[in-house]
């Protein structure tokens, strides 16, 4: 038994499984739940995603995710061999890996807004009074890019998970 394909295995399906979920959790549940909730839910988004950790949660399991899927491909596929990377099973595992690298990078991208609304928010709250005209502003215009985003990550990682279940499945 290869140990390394072992370990590999595991770190990225249980890595890819917390990514994905938190994801789909964060983004169809917590983010309009918090986004109807008014300050408080920008409170309670602040402390879960920057006090908590799990926005660094969120990274570290998709860089985890997407290192151990990139080895695993390499190893399945000899080296990239063109002739293994054409079969259906190469072109859906490439197809997820791609899926799953563009919902890092955009998560990513989300994380570093989602720390520049937190930094607003303590912002108004240690003013102690209601946000002006424009921190209120500044603050739907965050939550509207934060939801997209979120929302694009979870389509994309919806087509990483279906392109993993059945690559093995699909013939060319």
């Not at 390499?74 to 899926?99: K, R, T, Y």
């Not at 563009?102 to 912002?123: C, D, E, I, P």
């Not at 694009?152 to 060319?172: G, K, S």
Request: proline fraction near 3%.
């Amino acid at each position: 038994m290869n140990w390394l394909i072992v370990v590999l295995r595991f770190l990225h399906i249980f890595a890819g499984v917390f990514w994905a979920g938190a994801v789909f959790a964060v983004s169809v549940f917590v983010l309009p739940t918090a986004a109807a909730s008014g300050p408080e839910g920008g409170r309670f988004i602040r402390r879960l995603t920057l006090e908590r950790g799990l926005t660094r949660a969120m990274i570290i399991a998709g860089v985890i995710t997407v290192l151990a899927g990139l080895a695993l491909l390499w190893n399945d596929s000899a080296g990239f061999q063109p002739s293994w990377m054409g079969s259906g099973m190469g072109v859906m595992l490439s197809i997820g890996g791609l899926a799953a690298l563009g919902a890092l990078t955009t998560g990513v991208h989300a994380a570093a807004m989602a720390s520049r609304m937190g930094k607003l928010g303590a912002a108004i709250e240690a003013a102690g009074g209601p946000p002006s005209a424009e921190q209120a502003a500044q603050v739907q215009q965050y939550q509207a890019r934060l939801a997209a985003r979120s929302r694009a990550v979870a389509a994309m990682l919806a087509i990483a998970v279906v392109c993993m279940a059945v690559a093995r499945y699909v013939a060319f």
